[in-house]
């Protein structure tokens, strides 16, 4: 297998001041299945548009690998998926394409549909089948796992753990160990590259802070002491100088030589303390760089007089002609945190929506509690436009906390002065999240509120929703999320 060579890496978009990369390198193996790590914002997109050659920069990368990106844009989605496939790559062999589509257990006759009428699970596992047909291609795979339900991602990570010679950025760390065999990670000033997955990376790195926090106590320990001692010496000297010239009408001569010699070398003892100082110093400045910070986030949640905020008796759900889900049962009492999980398209958000009071067709009984107060985060980003200030404003949420909640979530103070456009798809999602946190609410409606949203800071949201115990309603295909936070599910049979 050949080597993918990045040597002195440089890139900042003409927008901003700061540096993207400065100076990295390191090197790839084109046979590793590679998983890469990082917080939001920190360049993981970019690097893989950087391989891309999408964007001008300092510094080499050097491979002899042509580069594929998924997800492939298809711009027409009207059109048949097999004409999809022709653009992809014109020189496709059919044969080809159909055996990848049986590894992802998905039938060949969703080529003779049009690619929009196809699921969010079969548009992921035909891209995939198309660009690993390819020979002698590198694949860069971009969050693959968003809005693909949980046997969706097992499927599609049997089938990568089946392949070589890719780069995979999620987030979900069930996926990650599944199907990678090394991690590259974008950390706060440097990038690592270690054999493994992304529980063997994450316990290495817990080993390696706890390690840098413990050197870091011992060296402030040790500054203090050499600073006090000093100090200590200093004084020590100045007096032992002062003793030259005597005391008045002692009648005494001192020995100025002896105390020249023991004021020297108290002195040479305090320079030495200072040398010993600058160096434990020095030291210390090498530690806690790329320590993570996961700061506490609070909710306050709302009390209601009922118990029993809401509820489905055998509820169906329509659109047009088309049922979506029946025979739907359960109630939302406080304190509970339920998991609605099911295939794409079993309804899922259409339940979540018509407890926000959306015009949807169902019949059967709906209860909802009066006076019900509801927090949701939708599934999508779109139309987040404007500065933060004007979106605190527009929801009636303080601007401070606001803001307070986003710099926990990694938010650097420069990202505030920038236009919500601009920032990744991850840091977007943290605004609506930070958004819901702000408000206060019975119940918190959450449709897959982790989608781009980086490990760390899925990490400090379920140490919030542990502690906070929100009544909360959610959508989640992230595995080990949802078996941490939920203390009920809602299965959604498919129909």
Request: charged share 30%; with cysteine; net charge neutral.
């Amino acid at each position: 297998m050949s080597l993918i060579q990045i040597s002195n890496l440089t890139f900042s978009y003409d927008t901003s001041f700061d540096y993207i990369f400065e100076h990295v390198s390191f090197q790839i193996d084109t046979g590793w299945r590679l998983g890469l790590t990082g917080r939001n914002g920190r360049g993981k997109t970019t690097f893989l548009k950087l391989l891309m050659g999408e964007y001008e920069y300092q510094g080499s990368i050097q491979s002899g690998m042509e580069f594929d990106y998924f997800p492939f844009q298809v711009e027409e989605p009207e059109q048949m998926t097999i004409d999809v496939l022709d653009r992809i790559d014109p020189q496709y062999e059919l044969w080809k394409i159909m055996k990848e589509l049986s590894l992802l257990d998905i039938s060949d006759e969703v080529l003779y549909r049009t690619f929009g009428s196809l699921s969010n699970g079969e548009q992921t596992k035909v891209l995939l089948a198309a660009l690993f047909a390819k020979e002698n291609h590198f694949l860069l795979i971009d969050e693959p796992t968003n809005h693909l339900d949980a046997n969706a991602r097992r499927k599609v990570a049997e089938y990568l753990k089946s392949k070589k010679g890719f780069i995979l950025v999620s987030h979900d760390r069930t996926f990650l160990d599944e199907c990678i065999d090394h991690i590259l990670s974008i950390n706060k000033t440097n990038i690592e590259v270690q054999k493994g997955n992304f529980t063997s990376w994450y316990q290495n790195k817990m080993l390696n802070d706890q390690f840098e926090m413990a050197e870091n106590e011992k060296l402030k320990k040790e500054i203090g002491r050499l600073s006090d001692a000093q100090k200590r010496t200093a004084g020590w000297s100045r007096e032992v100088e002062k003793t030259k010239r005597g005391t008045r009408n002692s009648g005494l001569r001192p020995d100025r030589g002896f105390i020249g010699h023991k004021a020297a070398k108290m002195m040479k003892r305090s320079k030495a303390s200072v040398t010993r100082k600058e160096e434990a110093v020095k030291e210390k400045s090498k530690l806690l760089k790329n320590i993570e910070t996961m700061d506490c986030l609070k909710l306050s949640p709302l009390a209601h007089h009922a118990r029993r905020l809401a509820e489905f008796k055998d509820a169906a759900i329509s659109y047009g002609d088309r049922t979506v889900a029946e025979h739907l049962s359960f109630s939302v009492e406080q304190g509970d945190r339920i998991a609605l999980t099911g295939h794409n398209g079993c309804g899922k958000s259409s339940v979540l929506k018509l407890l926000m009071g959306e015009k949807i067709s169902y019949t059967g009984a709906l209860y909802v509690a009066k006076g019900l107060k509801i927090s949701y985060v939708p599934q999508n980003t779109d139309g987040l436009r404007g500065n933060l200030r004007d979106y605190a404003y527009e929801y009636g949420i303080d601007e401070s906390l606001f803001k307070a909640i986003l710099r926990k979530l990694d938010f650097s103070r420069l990202q505030f002065e920038k236009r919500i456009e601009e920032f990744s798809e991850g840091q977007k999602k943290k605004v609506l999240i930070a958004r819901s946190l702000c408000e206060e609410a019975h119940l918190y409606i959450w449709d897959e509120p982790l989608n781009f949203i980086d490990v760390f800071s899925r990490m400090q949201i379920e140490e919030l929703l542990l502690n906070s115990c929100p009544t909360l309603l959610f959508v989640e295909h992230d595995q080990t999320f949802s078996g941490r936070i939920k203390t009920k599910e809602v299965i959604m049979r498919p129909l």
